[in-house]
């Protein structure tokens, strides 16, 4: 519950187990089944079968089809839909799950927890349909103010329960990103409020997003009819880097991943980190697929610890050096290791649009830009025989502006979205300050 560790860095196993069961007997299981062999090894200590099963089966109700994360074929690319939960992204996987972990050891232990996340976009509004009218949880999410899109905003604005709070920021992403670790190391304040991490440096939420890098391989191998164990390629849009990290640990428990394909939009520091071993940053540009419009990704943290050996004094002095000059590279073994790692793609705004245009005009399939970007890198791919799977991480109703400017109308909108411009909305507008958020939380927080 925690999410971040108190000396500031970030929580991981200390090994990568195997899959409670092997891919043979993984093979036609149900997505619930999947997870919870997947989730199993990594909390045997603390949870029971039963109670584990029990929090899946709840965590999953709410999703609108009963696959849970269906693989479709588009027009020879295998598209993971991660967009059925009750907030159309990808988030709900590991979210819903979080909220009822959270709600069952708040109620073994009896405590209280504030919990404090930074958003791009979909994990405000998943994190908060996640902890919504929960026992012992006050929800406070930081935006970005003015750089989400609408239906994003929305999303986090309407929500009436009193444990909510959504807070709109003079800032981009990575100010409110910086405000949570501020807060979350400022010890005192943290001990008074009990803060507690939905964002991905939240280990649980990366644990949760292996689940379905499995589930889709076995789908594409019932699909494509290639033998268990045949390998296939995922390209993943990446911002954040917890997505495609808890592919590369589902590569390490053994699924036969042969290349990790790391997409990015304009904002593409981690793109030139794999091309040139340089982590350098830059400006972050507002984008279409704002929820990646990211220059410091939380979790490279923690690929960085695994690409030194497990080294923290390594991944410290890194860290150090780019926050003193803006950058650090690696080189030799170190580089070579990354461009065996992941692939990369950088795909920008005008590249996206033609992507979702076409795809459309071919297939009569919508993609949202942020899984737009999987697959036309996906694309580069795909050319040889191998199966390749893009990641789709949301329904293309939340970003109206681009899918217009692509096929020229508006997405039409599901049920769990339609109507919600009618409704009032709570969001309060505060400077991008750690002061101001903590005050603010503190004030809330008074009996």
Not at 54 to 63: G, I, V
Not at 80 to 94: I, M, N, Q, R, S
Not at 207 to 226: E, K, L
Request: proline content about 5%.
């Amino acid at each position: 519950m925690a999410g971040l560790a108190p000396d500031g860095g970030l929580y991981l196993p200390e090994s990568v187990p195997s899959p409670a069961s092997t891919l043979e007997a993984l093979s036609g299981r149900s997505f619930p089944e999947i997870f919870n062999s997947v989730v199993w090894p990594y909390v045997s200590g603390c949870l029971s079968q039963e109670d584990l099963e029990q929090l899946t089966a709840r965590s999953y109700q709410r999703f609108t089809h009963p696959e849970i994360t269906p693989v479709v074929d588009i027009d020879g690319i295998h598209v993971c839909e991660l967009f059925h939960g009750p907030t159309y992204a990808f988030k709900d996987v590991a979210l819903q799950f979080l909220g009822n972990l959270f709600e069952h050891f708040l109620a073994r232990t009896g405590r209280r927890l504030t919990v404090l996340g930074a958003t791009s976009g979909d994990t405000g509004s998943a994190a908060i349909q996640a902890l919504r009218g929960k026992d012992r949880v006050e929800v406070f999410i930081l935006f970005p103010h003015g750089r989400v899109s609408p239906m994003q905003e929305l999303q986090m604005t309407t929500v009436a329960d009193a444990n909510v709070h959504a807070l709109a920021l003079h800032g981009s992403f990575d100010d409110a990103q910086a405000i949570v670790k501020d807060l979350f190391n400022d010890h005192g304040f943290n001990g008074r409020v009990g803060l507690g991490a939905v964002n991905s440096i939240n280990w649980a939420r990366v644990m949760a997003q292996i689940t379905y890098f499995f589930y889709a391989y076995f789908r594409v191998v019932d699909s494509t009819g290639i033998k268990l164990g045949a390998p296939v390629r995922v390209a993943v849009p990446t911002g954040n880097f917890g997505h495609i990290y808890a592919g590369l640990l589902a590569r390490r428990m053994g699924l036969p991943i042969e290349r990790l394909i790391l997409a990015t939009n304009a904002n593409d520091i981690l793109y030139r980190f794999i091309e040139t071993g340089e982590y350098s940053k830059s400006t972050v540009h507002h984008t279409f697929s704002p929820s990646m419009d990211i220059q410091i990704a939380s979790n490279f943290e923690r690929y960085l610890y695994d690409l030194s050996g497990r080294d923290s004094a390594q991944v410290s002095a890194w860290m150090k050096e780019l926050g003193a000059r803006g950058s650090f590279s690696v080189s030799g073994s170190l580089k070579e290791q990354v461009a065996s790692d992941f692939a990369a793609r950088r795909v920008d705004d005008e590249e996206t649009i033609r992507t979702i245009a076409g795809v459309h005009g071919k297939t009569g399939y919508l993609l949202d830009p942020h899984s737009a970007i999987a697959y036309r890198a996906a694309q580069d791919y795909a050319s040889d025989g191998v199966p390749v799977i893009a990641m789709a991480t949301a329904h293309p109703a939340k970003f109206s502006e681009a899918i217009n400017r692509a096929v020229g109308r508006d997405p039409e909108l599901p049920d769990g979205l339609a109507g919600l411009a009618e409704l009032p909305t709570r969001v309060d507008i505060l400077e991008a300050t750690p002061d101001a958020v903590r005050s603010y939380i503190e004030k809330k927080l008074k009996p």
